[in-house]
């Protein structure tokens, strides 16, 4: 069922995708999930299947983004009502959403899931820093060390921007010290 979208036939498995989301909007708008619904690309942001490890799928109502229209008298064009964008995705929504239902674990990456005509549905990777097989694994470690930031996700350090400065160290920094 996972790999649906890969897969030819494809009205067949819009139908049972129906079947999924009609039981996905029944459910709360966060809910930890045993297994990945799309378990090739959570592999390939980070997710093992160990203890400490956790997947949750965050719902996300859809719709433009419109402030409320204000009564006090100027023109149309200056009522400040349409054509505004939202300052953060989608998917960061759903990261912070996530780290604040579970405060004691650390968002590693999301990515998006499904959609409906309601809502929007992504699934969130979350690591406990406190369980020893996480802090044993090095690939947590950016994560779980003891320099790592904490809340990364208040601060929008995703796995994306953490291998990007890790660039730069590689390339900048000699540079810097040979002073070339």
């Known amino acids: 069922m996972a790999m649906w979208y890969r897969k030819l036939g494809r ?3 819009e139908r049972l995708m129906r079947k999924v989301l009609i039981e996905w909007r029944r459910a709360p708008s966060i809910v930890r999930v045993e297994r990945p619904f799309r378990l ?10 160990k203890q400490g490890v956790v997947v949750v799928r965050v719902r996300l109502i859809r ?10 008298g100027r023109r149309p064009k200056r009522m400040g009502v349409y054509g505004i964008a939202a300052w953060k995705s989608w ?12 405060p004691n674990l650390e968002v590693l990456n999301s990515y998006w899931v499904a959609d409906d005509g309601m809502y929007r549905y992504f699934e969130v990777i979350l690591v406990d820093c406190n ?10 470690s950016g994560i779980c060390g003891r320099e790592a930031p904490r809340r ?7 796995e994306r921007q953490k291998k990007t400065i890790e660039y730069l160290k590689k390339t900048l920094l000699p540079k810097l010290k040979t002073g070339q």
């Open 152 to 158: 990364r996700v208040a601060r929008r350090l995703r």
């Open 131 to 140: 369980a020893p097989t996480v802090r044993s694994d090095p690939l947590y």
């Open 63 to 72: 719709g433009p983004f419109n402030r409320r229209r204000p009564d006090s």
């Open 91 to 102: 998917r960061q929504v759903a990261e912070e959403r996530a780290a604040r239902k579970f």
């Open 40 to 49: 090739e690309r959570a592999r390939k942001l980070g997710y093992k299947a």
């Open 11 to 13: 009205e067949v498995h």
